[in-house]
């Protein structure tokens, strides 16, 4: 029971890993002008300075976290920053009245970071 377990986390892992990683690509390959929309979206949070920046921030974290995931390397302190990325998604999902179908995924993302972000790797990574 216990290799089970430890293959169904190994492969959720490694799945979310390839979808953050995925996202990350094509986020840091739209340019300055995607990374200004990205950053800019954390006006709902009140933060108005340097869209370019935070969005390229949120796309490397993405990129890299996917990579952590994958590899099961600094999963803990990368599935932080994915959690952050996430909630402001969210928070921009649901501000904007996006319907729940758009929400969702930012939304699930959330849940599933938070898991890897509290988690002390007991059930991150395939001990």
């Known amino acids: 029971m216990q290799n089970t377990n430890k293959l169904a986390f190994l492969i959720l892992r490694i799945g979310i890993g390839l979808l953050f990683l995925t996202f990350g690509i094509m986020k840091i390959m739209g340019g300055p002008a995607l990374w200004g929309f990205l950053g800019g979206t954390l006006k709902t949070v009140g ?5 370019e920046a ?28 994915l959690l952050l990325t996430m909630v402001v998604a969210t928070i921009f999902k649901i501000s904007s009245g996006a319907p729940f179908a758009e929400t969702s995924y930012p939304l699930t993302m959330v849940l ?8 002390n790797g007991k059930y991150s990574t395939a001990k």
């Open 47 to 51: 933060i108005n300075f340097w869209p």
């Open 54 to 81: 935070w969005g390229l921030a949120a796309s490397l974290a993405e990129l890299i976290g996917g990579l952590a995931l994958i590899s099961g390397f600094f999963v803990r302190p990368l599935a932080i920053a």
């Open 112 to 119: 599933v970071t938070l898991f890897y972000a509290l988690n």
